[in-house]
């Protein structure tokens, strides 16, 4: 009897402190192996940097998307499992018109509005680069994120707004719909191939010598760090300093408090999607920039590193989203110091699951959904 | 009394689901022969394409009765679905593989056990990593454990495919067994040859059937099938074996609803604190249930994937998962045999529906090749040439079947959440619960409807 | 609700005696819970005695329903002990509590909507052997499975005689009234074979008529040894039904005594009644 009280309140107990203690013995254990191998040089300084600085610009993509994703999580109540299919819809969108932009004459404009399918023109051939063709970036970088807005007002239109007060549950499947139908259409378009975008060669970049390496940054990885920060910043203007921002965080707290205090939910749901759709298609140009490659299953594949960034911020919380993008971001890439590299992005969901059974409402913000 | 209430329900499921049953597949069975007749095929081409529809209706059909067990009954939210059927065929090749490698040096060995216990042993690491996922996870509200589940199932993916997992020396004795294997392992990006024998020719051989199974092949080799009748008689037998799973899979997974343990499944679906609250320790019965859903999705990767000659990663991709669901959300769940129908519906129309009508077409019209990418497509169609833009559509029909799916998926959301069956009453229990004894007032009874 | 079904015979569920029960079924000591800071339950201390009526009230946010559930184990109290029938309960998980004894109703009555009131009814009885898988799928077991079944069914079927609701057995439990919920939740608490009873505002949202049954059964239940603890707003009503009153205010026990006691006291009437008596 005595025991199985006992057990029953220990068990309750559970839930923080051990979770504390196992977490803190494993960062024990992660330092000393980074600390006992950069000293005994099993490890490179040089190449840590070089995972960081990977990390970072990979978290700050995924942060960028995760803002969309955060944003439609609390107000509209669902997992978005479309939301990786619009990162990808607005890839594709901006660098056909970047290829367009940067080929025009040069090769038919068949083949360069399809960004290249089957093989019929080469990124690369098209010198296209930030100081190569940057008229051509900039611009499919804003038509990345118009078209993704565009996209993303059409689907809720026709597909969320009719189901808008089901559960969210039933809002989940049908994104599931919407990833699947997204996806194949572009397939359909574009074809499965995964085509080089940049002329890699032509970027600039400067490499500094490192105690025990070098250490690259090239123009890319600076334009992804100028473009998401100065996104970022802006969204932090908007939610504080605007009327739209101030609705938008009451409704993220809570919809029907909001509606009863008139603020007009249908409008805030729109900016939502015109933010959130702007930010992820943003998010995709740049992810193919700085990688230098374009597939159909680009979005797709981010998307799980997406939510694990999203969750561990704490749902409807955007500085939790850029935060947990970037701590996202890092356990990808600075996983391999510990383990082998496949498993980089297996580390970034176990980081997910972690918090998801032990720290749900996410390690940034105190803040749930209802 | 126990006899006339057992005869009673008995000829009320025949009355109805097996007829529902048995009317769909024969509508399905009759439109694809009919249109394979239509369009000219051989004998061998439709019975090719029939066995080929029933492995999808069988395997989709298994997989979704699992599934409800899930989300039907428990309200489970399990999108790791191709995790589980995945360790069960990898746990199960790598028992099953012969121990000297076979197929080049890039190919690991196994253990060499029969398949009989390989499948078994598949099978259990499923659903031992059902508990393993489920102990912690179940917990969760339901789109935390999708989350979960499905970045569970793409760790697994990520190992199959990993150097690390791809070969260990296995050392000569271990706890002083002398083991066969030298090498094991996953494979890697590979994957795994299945280098044992067949699962239908390890099956009959296992019920003495075999003698009788070749003298079976040799009348269809005289009679039917001059050249080679074997894959086609093995295709079909196969098939018809995995309805036979289906019908398995149905009784147990009935019988598993319809019972009180089905019932504190139900109630912990409607609402957990209730069932809480009338004593059930609903965590222990949602453990139960996860792990045999888990076991049985093992149980259908195997059958799907074990009898193939090779298995690897990208079979793996969490689209299985998604079909799956689709197959369930057309049948209904909540509905066993709206489970099975949504997946025999869901691979003949949604699955093998357009490919097939993709081979019909071009097996009937030569048409010769469209162009090789969407710009010369609708290029064509720019110049008023319909026809190569018909044929990259018809080329591009395995992609643009899966658009078809999430638009299905998507008006099935709109239109019928309840699914094809509508909204069924399947008591959950395991015996008649009308009153004992008959009827008390048929007058009480009726105006019940109208209490609200 | 026809009237051949009351002549037919009152069914009775008479409670099964057990000698080791104490004549102080429920002790509640020193209970304390706070959520965020806010103290929902204070330093909350009372007794229910076997048999009895107790009533449970005070002002919306008095820390009623925390109570119930600190002792029915749907939350954990920070501080304090909970007995019943002698036995600590406190800290263990609610389906622990349900099976010794102790059944609750919902505030809002919740029942499992897609399932019938059959269904719901038959949950509920203790110790069903079908609760074990392997017992409810293999051959040979399964029908012991469905002969137990066949027991709980009889007795399902009495206390829907007993709650009238028999003629509701076959609908959803979703499509019943306000009223006919509360009835099958307490007809659903009653099949666990409970000691004790406790009720969650059971006559909030129902009709009068239906009210009078409800109370009708209630007394007819205490008669038949049943213990009950009752939550509720509506003041009259406990105050003619209870022969114990424990009035509830900001967290604390304000007052606990027989409702004349309650009353006259003059904190009551302060904190509770504001002045209207």
């Known amino acids: 009897m005595g025991v199985s009280e006992t057990y029953a309140r220990g068990r309750r107990l559970a839930g923080e402190q051990p979770f504390a203690i196992v977490v803190g013995l494993v960062a024990v254990w992660l330092v000393w192996f980074l600390v006992e191998g950069l000293v005994t040089g099993r490890i490179r300084v040089s190449n840590v940097l070089s995972y960081a600085w990977d990390g970072l610009l990979r978290g700050l993509i995924v942060g960028l998307a995760g803002i969309g994703l955060s944003m439609t999580y609390s107000i509209l109540n669902f997992a978005n499992f479309s939301h990786g299919d619009y990162i990808t819809s607005g890839a594709f ?81 049908t994104s599931v719909g919407v990833a699947f139908a997204l996806r194949y259409i572009i397939v359909f378009v574009f074809g499965t191939d995964v085509r080089g975008t940049t002329s890699a060669g032509e970027v600039p970049r400067v490499s500094f010598y490192l105690i025990d390496g070098s250490f690259r940054i090239n123009a890319h990885d600076i334009t992804l760090l100028v473009v998401a920060v100065g996104l970022m910043l802006g969204v932090h203007l908007l939610l504080q300093t605007t009327k739209l921002g101030k609705a938008m965080r009451a409704m993220s707290d809570n919809e029907d408090l909001a509606r009863i205090t008139g603020i007009p939910t249908e409008q805030v749901i729109r900016a939502t999607w015109i933010v959130g759709g702007g930010l992820t298609g943003i998010a995709g140009y740049m992810f193919v920039l700085w990688k230098g490659t374009l597939g159909f299953n680009d979005g797709w594949l981010l998307l799980l590193l997406v939510f694990a960034a999203v969750i561990l911020g704490g749902i409807g919380s955007i500085y939790g989203a850029i935060a947990g993008g970037i701590v996202i971001g890092l356990t990808a890439s600075m996983s391999v110091i510990w383990i082998p590299s496949e498993f980089g992005r297996a580390a970034a969901f176990f980081v997910m699951i972690v918090i998801l059974l032990f720290k749900p409402q996410g390690i940034f913000s105190g803040r749930t959904t209802a | 009394m126990t006899e006339t209430t057992l005869y009673d329900r008995f000829e009320r499921v025949i009355d109805t689901d097996p007829k529902l049953v048995v009317a769909v597949l024969a509508v399905i069975y009759l439109a694809y022969i009919a249109s394979g007749v239509a ?64 197929g080049g040096a890039a190919q690991v060995g196994g253990f060499g056990l029969p398949l009989g216990i390989a499948v ?109 009748p074997r894959p086609v008689v093995d295709g079909v037998v196969y098939g018809l074996l995995l309805l036979a799973v289906c019908g ?19 109630a912990i679906r ?152 509508g909204h069924r009453k399947e008591t959950a229990a395991s015996i008649d619960l009308s009153r004992p004894g008959g009827a008390k007032s048929d007058a009480a009874a009726a105006d019940g409807g109208d209490q609200q | 609700m026809s009237e051949a079904d009351e002549s037919a015979g009152e069914p009775s569920i008479p409670i099964e005696d057990t000698d080791e029960m104490s004549t102080v079924p429920l002790e509640v000591e020193n209970l304390r819970k706070t959520f965020g800071g806010i103290t929902a339950v204070d330093d909350v201390s009372f007794e229910v005695e076997k048999g009895s009526l107790t009533g449970l009230i005070g002002p919306n946010g008095a820390g009623k329903s925390t109570t119930f559930n600190l002792i029915t184990g749907m939350h954990d109290p920070d501080s304090g002990t909970v007995r019943f029938n002698g036995e600590e309960i406190t800290g263990l998980a609610p389906h622990e509590i349900a099976n010794r004894g102790l059944a609750r109703t919902f505030q809002i009555a919740r029942e499992l ?116 603890l009752i939550v509720e707003h509506d003041m009259d009503l406990i105050m003619e039904n209870c022969e114990r009153v424990i009035v509830m205010h900001q967290g604390r026990v304000l007052k606990d005594g027989t409702p004349a006691e309650v009353k006259q006291s003059e904190e009551v009437i302060e904190a509770y009644l504001g002045g209207e008596v």
């Open chain 2, 270 to 421: 409607e609402d957990e604190d209730v069932a809480n609250a009338l004593g059930k320790d609903t965590n222990r019965f949602k453990l139960k249930s996860f792990v045999l859903g888990c076991a049985l999705m093992g149980f259908g990767g195997i059958l799907w994937y074990a009898g193939r000659g090779s298995i690897t990663p990208p079979s793996f991709r969490p689209n299985i998962t998604f079909f799956v669901w689709i197959a369930l959300i057309i049948g209904g769940a909540g509905s066993n045999t709206g489970s099975f129908l949504g997946g025999a519906v869901f691979a003949a129309l949604l699955y093998e529906g357009p490919r097939y009508i993709k081979n019909l077409i071009e097996v009937a019209f030569n048409l010769g090749d469209g162009p090789g990418n969407f710009g010369q497509a609708m290029a064509a169609l720019g110049s008023l040439d319909p026809v190569p833009f018909v044929l990259y559509t018809l080329n591009s029909i395995s992609e643009l079947r899966l658009v078809i799916m999430g638009v299905v998926l998507i008006w099935l959301m709109h239109n019928r959440p309840e699914g094809m069956l």
């Open chain 2, 248 to 266: 398995l899979y149905y009784w147990l997974l009935t019988w598993t609803g319809e019972s009180p343990f089905g019932r504190v499944l139900k």
């Open chain 2, 39 to 102: 369009f000219g095929y051989s004998l061998r081409g439709q019975l090719n394409s029939l066995a080929n529809l029933t492995f999808y209706i069988g395997v989709f059909g298994m997989l979704a009765l699992a599934l409800n067990l899930h989300w039907g009954y428990t309200g489970l939210f399990n999108i790791g679905i191709v995790g589980f059927m995945g360790i069960g065929v990898y746990v199960t090749a790598i028992l099953a593989k012969p121990p000297v490698a076979q």
């Open chain 1, 93 to 173: 969108s901006g660098w056909a018109v970047t290829y367009l932009l940067a080929g025009l004459g040069e090769a038919n404009i068949g083949s360069l509005l399809l960004v290249g399918a089957g093989g019929s023109v080469f990124g690369g051939a098209l010198g296209i680069g930030i100081t190569t063709s940057p008229l051509a970036v900039v611009v499919g970088m804003l038509i990345a994120g118009a078209a993704s807005i565009g996209l993303a007002l059409f689907i809720d239109r026709f597909v969320y707004k009719p189901i808008r007060d089901e559960s969210g549950i039933a809002l989940l499947i």
């Open chain 3, 113 to 228: 909507e897609e399932m019938t009131v059959l269904e719901n009814m038959m949950l509920a009885p203790k110790g069903q052997i079908g609760e074990t898988l392997w017992r409810s799928v293999t051959p040979g077991v399964r029908s012991d499975v469905q002969r137990q079944e066949t027991q709980h069914l009889e007795r399902v079927w009495e206390v829907l005689d007993f709650f009238e609701i028999d003629h509701l057995a076959e609908e959803y439990a979703g499509n019943l009234s306000g009223g006919q919920r509360k009835l099958l939740e307490m007809a659903r608490a009653l099949l666990t074979d409970p000691d004790m009873l406790l009720l969650d505002e059971p006559f909030a949202g129902v009709n009068p008529s239906l009210e009078k049954r409800l109370l009708e059964h209630v007394h007819e239940l205490r008669e038949q040894g049943y213990t009950f």
């Open chain 2, 120 to 228: 078994i042993g598949g099978v259990f690491m499923a659903a031992f990593f059902g508990l393993l996922v489920g102990l912690p996870a179940l917990r969760l509200r339901a789109d935390y454990l999708a989350i979960v589940t499905i970045a569970f199932s793409e760790i697994v993916r990520f190992t199959m495919m990993s150097r690390t997992f791809q070969e260990f020396t296995v050392p000569d004795t271990v706890l002083g067994y002398d083991l066969a294997a030298d090498t094991v392992g996953l494979g890697g990006g590979g994957g795994l040859i299945l280098n044992y024998a067949s699962p239908l020719e390890a099956l009959l051989h296992a019920l003495y059937l075999w003698e009788p199974y070749l003298g079976f092949v040799s009348f269809v080799q005289a009679n039917l099938i001059a050249n080679n």
